[in-house]
């Protein structure tokens, strides 16, 4: 789309796994606003406390890919065991996926299916509820709900191959 993108998770995610919202939210909220400096960029995931700290003032337009639970929970099994088995290095760090941590759900937070399944509705309701706060009224919110809405807008910008 002629922006840079900005990757959240590569912000935040150090070598280790350390997460910068977890040990230094002051610095990841400085990366944040670097990253996002310019005159336009795209960002791509959530970290709604920080990305609110650092460039929601700024923002043109969110747009809400508002995908079923089943289907986010598929996709992050598909692409864990992508990531597994090419041992994907991510985000310019030595950090790989661990196929068996996303399974693990006992383990709490650790399990990327656990995350999905227990902050389904929160991130719905962040959402919503900025919409009508005062402060993000020069936010346009545009919200794609189902697969088939998303792949239609995909379409429509011209970003399906």
């Not at 610095?27 to 336009?40: F, M, N, V």
């Not at 692409?79 to 996303?102: C, G, P, Y």
Request: charged share 25%.
């Amino acid at each position: 789309m002629g922006s840079p993108c900005v990757e959240l998770d590569g912000i935040n995610w150090l070598p280790g796994w350390v997460g910068l919202d977890k040990t230094d939210p002051d610095e990841l909220i400085k990366r944040l606003k670097a990253a996002t400096a310019g005159e336009s960029w795209i960002t791509v995931g959530s970290y709604t406390r920080y990305a609110q700290a650092a460039f929601w003032p700024r923002l043109d337009s969110i747009i809400f890919l508002d995908l079923p639970r089943w289907r986010l929970i598929l996709r992050v099994i598909r692409r864990s065991w992508k990531r597994w088995r090419s041992q994907e290095q991510l985000w310019a760090t030595t950090n790989t996926e661990s196929f068996w941590k996303t399974l693990s759900v006992w383990r709490g937070e650790e399990s990327l299916i656990w995350w999905i399944w227990n902050n389904f509705e929160k991130r719905q309701r962040q959402v919503e509820d900025a919409k009508v706060d005062p402060q993000w009224q020069h936010v346009r919110f545009v919200h794609v709900k189902g697969t088939k809405a998303v792949e239609a807008s995909r379409r429509s910008l011209g970003l399906l191959k």
